[in-house]
C-alpha cells in the first residue's frame, strides 16, 4: 500500500514539475505570441519570427543543435545520402550564361550527348540566359522526380542552330571520394571529402583498384573534411582496424554508454562478414588533416592514432566531439540536437571548449592564426589532464580541442602576395581555365591525349600565360612582377590543376596540386616512403 501511494505521489510529483517548466517555456512563448498578434503595431510573418526565436533558443545550447528550415531539408539530406535527382550536369554560371563545365558519368545528360562547354540558353522553353540566373534557379529547374522530362535548349560552338536535348531526370551520386591515384609506385592515395552513406562502398572500391595497381601504402587525406555520419566513420575506420577493437563511444545525460566496435555482427548489417578484414589492415598507413577536418574525420584519426596504426600529419583538427540526431517536425524543418559527447578508444574527449557562445566559437580559427598556432607546433601547450596514452604503443597523445598530429605541418603564407590574393577572390583562377579549355579543348587533347600526359609534360608558360595575365588586367588588376615571382609556382600550378580538372575530371585537380602546393601531402609521402613508421614501432 505505502508502495501504491508512493508511486501516486511520484506521479503526481512528476506532472507538477512537467507542468511547472511549461508554464516557465512553452506556456510563456505562447502568451508572449499572443500579445504580439492582438497588439503589435503591424502585420507580421508569425513563422519567421518562431523560426528566428527556436534558432535563437538553441543557440543557447552548444554550437551543433540547431535548425534546419525546411526549404534546406532536401539539400541537407543530399550530402549525407550521397545523391540527388537531377540531369547530371556540373556547372558554372559565368557572364550571365549557364555552362556545362562536365556531364556526370553515366548521368542523362551525358547519355543523350550533352558536352562540356554547352550553353544552356534555356531551360523547358524559358530563357535562362542573361537574365540574373543564380546557383539556386539553376537547382530549382533542374532537380525534379526521378523520371520526369526536362527540354534543355542548347548553344555549342560550330553549330549555327540550337539544339534541343530531352533530359529524362534520374538519380546522380554525389562521391565523397574526391580522387585516388598512385602517388608512386608503391603508396596510393585517397582524397574523401565527406562521410555519406555511400563512403563505405566508394572507399572500399578505391583500395581494391588501389591495391590491383600494387598499392603497399595509403595515404588517406581527410583535410577540409567537416565530417558526416557517425556509422560510416566507424565503418572507415574498421577497413584499417582489425580484430574487434574499439573504434568510438559515446554517452549523454539520457543516452548510456555506446560502444562501437570493429566488425561487430550486431551492428554492421551488409559490411558484416564472419571472416571479414579491412580492406587496409597490412600497409603504412598516413592521415593528412587540417583545422577543418571536424566530426567523423577526427573518429577515424583519433581512433587510427589510439590503435598506433596510423601516423596522423597536419594541423590540430576542428574540435567537435559531440553527437546529433536529427528530429523531424510537423511543418517539414527539421532539428539537430545534440545527445551524447563521443570519445576516442584511450577516452579522449576532444570538443573545444564552447562556453563563451556561439559567436566566440566560431572565431577559433581566427584565434588560432593570431596565437601562430598555425605556424608553430610548440605554439599549443596542453595541461597533463589531456594528455593520454595510446593503447598499443603507449606515446602521448591529447584531447581537449581537436585531434593533434604525429607530425606537425605549418601552413605556408609565404606565397601569398597580395596580387595573388585578389586573384583569387575574383575566382579568375577557376573562370580562365573554363574559358581557356572550353576555346583549346581540341588542340590540348590532341597534344595530350591522356592525363598522364598533361600532368608531366604540360607547363604554364607563353600564350597560355599570355591569356591568363589579359583575364586579370580584364578584371582591373595590376600586374606586379615582385608579387608575381613570390606568387609564381602556386600561381601557375592552380592554372594547370584548373585546367586538368575541366580536360578530364575534378579528381585530376589534387593530383596536379598535390604534388606541387600541397606541403601536408607532400610531408606525408615524404614520411610514408621513409623510415618514421618503422621506427616508431607502428602497427602496420
Known sequence: MKRALLFVFAIST?????????????????????????????????????????????????????????????????????????????????????????????GPCEAVGVQAGDKIVSIDGENVAGVGLKDSGVRDRLLGEKGSLVVLGIKRKKEAEMLKFDVRRDKIPLFSVAAHYMATDKTGYIKVTSFARTTPDELKEAIDDLHSQGMKNLILDLQGNGGGLLHVAKYMADEFLNKEKLIVYSEGRAQPRKDMLANDKNDYGKYYHEDKKGAFEKGKLVVLVDENSASASEI???????????????RRTF?????????????????????????????RFIQKPYEDGVDAYREDYLNRFEHGELMH??????????KFKTLTLGRTVYGGGGIMPDVFVPLDTTELSEMYRAISRKGIFNTFAFHYVDENRESLKKDYPEFGDFRDKFSVEGKVLDAFWKAVKDEGIEYKEEDYQTSKTLIHTLIKARMASNLWDFSKFYEVYNKEENEIFIKGLELIEGKMINELGLDY
Open 377 to 386: 607546433a610548440d605554439s599549443i601547450d596542453f595541461p597533463d589532464s589531456l
Open 14 to 106: 512528476f506532472h507538477a514539475i512537467s507542468q511547472n517548466k511549461e508554464q516557465e517555456t512553452t506556456g510563456k512563448f505562447s502568451e508572449i505570441f499572443g500579445y504580439l498578434d492582438s497588439y503589435y503595431v503591424d502585420d507580421f510573418d508569425g513563422a519567421k519570427i518562431t523560426d528566428a526565436a527556436i534558432v535563437a533558443m538553441l543557440k543557447e545550447l552548444d554550437p551543433h543543435t540547431y535548425l534546419i528550415p525546411k526549404e534546406e531539408v532536401a539539400r541537407s539530406n543530399e550530402r549525407i545520402d550521397g545523391s540527388f535527382v537531377g540531369v547530371g550536369i556540373r556547372f558554372q554560371i559565368m557572364d550571365d550564361t549557364l555552362i556545362v563545365v562536365n556531364t556526370i558519368e553515366g
Open 319 to 347: 574540435g567537435k566531439g559531440l553527437v546529433q540526431r536529427p528530429y523531424n517536425l510537423s511543418d517539414g524543418s527539421i532539428v539537430r540536437i545534440t545527445i551524447a559527447r563521443y570519445f576516442t578508444p584511450s577516452g
Open 300 to 314: 577515424v584519426s583519433g581512433a587510427l592514432q589510439d590503435w598506433d596504426r596510423a601516423l596522423i600529419v597536419g
